[in-house]
């Protein structure tokens, strides 16, 4: 009974690709964000369900929910589940292939692998560098303080010190916690007037932690912000990790992407120099949540802080000259992650990803032009594709454009206050929808 037959199956797959086409015809015109229960459905019979009823219910409780991949959505950051993806995730949960250990599917782990050089060379990373397919760029940063731990201090060492800003990701002081760091091991280096990392005070608090018995090891520079999009001093960064001997992790989980556009690659400079790298496909390359990765400058220490074996993996061949994704990362059975990103860059080429992340530049620069002009709107500093901006009664204002159903966006604090804050990202967003919500904003004003 486990075992459609192949008529059940072709219903069941008209079924739900019924479904998919209404659902995707239907982004342009859905609401932004709709009202839901929190009510538990029964739970499963003795027997079986019908699939047609079974979608209806999944119907209406996937229609009580914020519309992240439709082109209205300006909140957080966008992740639009990229049809080719989709089809890729089917191909990939249909084959069912292991990919921990690189012997059980050699050819499928060299195409995975082969996405991972390819983001490699991106970043200009050497020989030698590597990395792993993580579920988000919050796993990728455990993995990158665990290796920057073992790789710095040897054993763990409760002195042992991380130096971020008051802008880093909550993602890094988790890691560091789940690591054994607490909070008093976490330095807030002050930021300058861009909100950007003061490299000169960061040097300052190392020597003076030092003198104190301290032991710097990690400094985080994020490549994109997640409250303002701004980037920090990446070069300035690497060259005071360099000659104190801290590891350098760059937080590129939103700002990585946009090193394929020309404009990104200045913006960046000085990421190619970190010792690791978080980045979120599921952000900046539009493809469905759970898609991150972490690429190391050097993959054998990524190794060294995660190999581990059993004796019941005695069979298995390491010899194949790929890497045991096993190896580089704390999931020993995992998604074969690697085709949901390699399908989408073949299929519809790399320009093709540049084009879009520039268009989404474009329209974030056009926002905030047209923002500023409006009578009462403030818009302060911002990077990349998220802008920010305040009026005289922002809480409202957001309120209101939540209300009004059109739109989904979301707020920050900066400088302790209440800030607006949109990210333009979805790969189905273009410039009637920012127009609209530019409209919005002005006669909210008038
Ligand atoms: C989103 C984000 C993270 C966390 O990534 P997840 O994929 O949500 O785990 C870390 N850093 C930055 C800068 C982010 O924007």
Redesign the pocket.
């Known amino acids: 009974m486990l075992q459609p037959d192949r008529e059940t199956r072709a219903e069941w797959t008209k079924t739900v690709t019924a479904f998919v086409e209404e659902f995707i015809e239907g982004l342009e015109a859905a609401p932004a964000s709709s009202p839901g229960t929190a009510l538990l459905p029964p739970p499963p019979a003795e027997t079986p369900g019908e699939l047609g009823a079974l979608l209806d219910t999944f119907r209406t409780a996937a229609g009580q929910a914020v519309e992240t991949a439709g082109p209205r959505y300006l909140a957080y950051?966008p992740a639009g589940g990229l049809y080719s993806s989709v089809l890729a995730e089917f191909l990939a949960q249909t084959t069912n292939r292991y990919t921990g250990v690189a012997s059980t599917a050699p050819a499928l782990v060299a195409l995975e692998q082969s996405v991972i050089r390819w983001m490699c060379d991106l970043f200009e990373l050497p020989a030698g560098s590597g990395g792993i397919f993580t579920?988000?760029?919050?796993?990728?940063?455990l993995s990158a303080v665990h290796t920057a731990r073992q790789d710095r201090l040897g054993a763990h060492d409760p002195n042992g010190t991380i130096y971020v800003t008051a802008h880093t990701?909550h993602?890094v002081a988790k890691a560091a916690h789940i690591t054994g760091f607490p909070s008093e091991r976490i330095r807030v280096v002050p930021t300058d007037a861009d909100l950007r990392m003061d490299v000169a005070q960061a040097r300052a608090m190392i020597t003076e932690d030092r003198a104190h018995g301290l032991r710097p090891f990690l400094i985080v520079g994020?490549?994109?912000?997640?409250s303002t999009g701004i980037v920090d001093p990446l070069d300035d960064i690497a060259t005071l990790a360099q000659q104190e001997g801290l590891w350098f992790h760059a937080?590129?989980?939103?700002?990585g992407a946009f090193q394929l556009t020309e404009r990104g690659r200045a913006t960046l400079k000085g990421i190619t120099r970190a010792d690791s790298i978080?980045w979120?496909p599921?952000?900046s390359l539009f493809l469905p949540y759970g898609t991150?990765v972490l690429l190391v400058r050097d993959e054998s220490r990524l190794r060294a802080a995660h190999v581990a074996d059993g004796d019941y993996l005695q069979d298995l061949d390491h010899g194949t000259g790929l890497p045991d994704y096993a190896d580089l990362g704390p999931e020993l059975t995992r998604e074969f992650r690697g085709l949901r990103v390699w399908l989408p860059l073949h299929l519809h080429g790399v320009a093709a990803f540049r084009e879009a992340l520039d268009e989404k530049h474009d329209l974030a620069d056009h926002l905030r032009t047209e923002l500023a002009k409006i009578d009462g709107v403030e818009v302060l500093k911002s990077g990349l594709t998220v802008v920010v901006f305040r009026g005289t009664d922002s809480e409202r204002l957001l309120k209101d454009i939540n209300g009004s159903g059109r739109f989904f966006v979301s707020s920050t604090r900066l400088d302790g206050r209440f800030t607006l804050r949109m990210c333009v990202l979805s790969h189905r967003t273009h410039r009637e929808h920012v127009d609209e919500v530019i409209d919005f904003v002005r006669r909210w004003r008038a």
């Open positions: 950051f579920t988000g760029a919050s796993l990728a940063t990701h993602c994020t490549a994109g912000a997640t937080d590129g989980a939103y700002g978080a979120d599921h952000k991150g």
